[in-house]
């Protein structure tokens, strides 16, 4: 979302990720230093608070737990309807687990990482496969990028209970912001 300035970019950047995450937890996003007025610096947003590993247990009868971090920019844009200010996503590693630990679905986008895998994709955790199984939790499956709406629709059908009864209308309000004002397809 632009801002006239890079404070505003960023809290129109963060106020919809707030609202999604609303939806199944209660927590606070914080950014590393700088990562509300810094320009062409590349910041890491964690939408699950910094405590321990990053994890927030969400309630319902699954025991889901959900962590969200996210790599963006602010930057200039002087097109219209894009700027003056605003954010650009950098990468992002989203996870969902079991409360005893085991990954169910991680993706990951890192194009600036030590991976050679440079593209959106998502790994099938081990809570989901059988030890004979022909994929494994290292296989890097493309997913085109992600959202983190689709990441909390994804816990919530997988047991999160959803602590807004309008989630599905939350859910669909903030991406859609988001998709009105990306620049990637």
Known sequence: MPGSSPYEASS????????ALSCVAHGKIT????????????????LTG????????????????MRARM??????????????????????DYSLRTSDGLAVVDYHWHPLGQSHE???HLHIGAAQLRPDS????????????ITVESVVRTA???GATPLQPDWETRLAGTEYRHVLHRSWH
Do not use: Q
């Not at 910094?50 to 009868?61: K, N, P």
């Not at 022909?134 to 990028?145: A, E, F, M, T, Y």
């Open 71 to 92: 790599f963006y920019e602010i930057i200039r844009d002087p097109r219209p309807g894009y700027g003056p200010f605003r954010i650009t996503t950098r990468g992002y």
């Open 31 to 46: 950014a590393s230093a700088g990562g509300k007025n810094d320009l062409n610096k590349v910041h890491e947003l964690h």
């Open 12 to 19: 129109a950047f963060v106020g919809p990720l707030a609202e």
């Open 156 to 158: 919530i059908e997988s």
């Open 134 to 145: 022909v994929l494994s939790n290292k296989d890097h499956l493309p997913s085109g990028r």
């Open 118 to 120: 440079k593209d959106p």
């Open 50 to 65: 910094i405590a321990g590993d990053g994890y927030v247990r969400l309630r319902g009868d699954r025991r889901i737990e």
